[in-house]
T-cell receptor
């Protein structure tokens, strides 16, 4: 069974600070998704990265896929209270069944005003 | 938003009773998934479907069964609910294999 390790598990910061969340595995993924989940709702897709070394930007969020496609990071610049939520990474196994995703356990981010 | 509706949104029931959760989609997507989300465990796959009447087990399938008699509906059944099945259940859909999954808003199930 593939594992995706996310770190940190919990992060509490002040508005305006920068932060980085990491998603690591010993396995290679053909693609990796980042989701954000708010209380009482389902995860909402933020981005999909496919190519090793790929960098994608979504306003103040920057996503990077490692060169070897085993890890990814999410960097938030000048965090705002609206960024508060659970951030999940999920990967599709390379060479395996593409029906299924492996999820990390998530990073719970709180941005205080 | 992806057209996914989960019902019911909340349910409280007793140990030993049967429970069925419904996931309905309006996207005509081929793949559908059931997950449970628990503190400390993240999202874990229960069962998934890759077409009408085509289903397979995920990593935590014991105690659960599923059925998909038409493209738009994927049912999850707990034949005899146990307290360990208290959780939040999410349905997800996916169009093609290279596309990401999209999630419903979940069902909060409490088994007393």
């Amino acid at each position: 069974t593939q594992l995706l390790e996310q770190s940190p598990q919990f992060l509490s910061i002040q508005e305006g600070e920068n932060l980085t969340v990491y998603c690591n595995s010993s396995s290679v993924f053909s693609s990796l998704q980042w989701y954000r989940q708010e209380p009482g709702e389902g995860p909402v897709l933020l981005v999909t990265v496919v190519t090793g070394g790929e960098v994608k930007k979504l306003k103040r969020l920057t996503f990077q896929f490692g060169d070897a496609r085993k890890d990814s990071s999410l960097h938030i610049t000048a965090a705002q209270p609206g960024d508060t939520g659970l951030y999940l990474c999920a990967g599709s196994e390379s060479g395996g069944s593409n029906y299924k995703l492996t999820f990390g356990k998530g990073t719970l981010l709180t941005v205080n005003p | 938003d992806a057209g996914i509706t989960q019902s019911p949104r909340h349910k409280v029931t007793e140990t030993g009773t049967p429970v069925t959760l419904r996931c309905h989609q309006t996207e005509n997507h081929r793949y559908m998934y059931w997950y449970r989300q628990d503190p400390g465990h993240g999202l874990r796959l229960i069962h998934y479907s890759y077409g009408v009447k085509d289903t397979d087990k995920g990593e935590v399938s014991d105690g659960y069964s599923v059925s998909r008699s038409k493209t738009e509906d994927f049912l999850l059944t707990l034949e005899s609910a146990t307290s360990s099945q208290t959780s939040v259940y999410f349905c997800a859909i996916r169009g093609q294999m290279e596309q990401p999954q999209h999630f419903g808003d979940g069902t909060r199930l409490s088994i007393l």
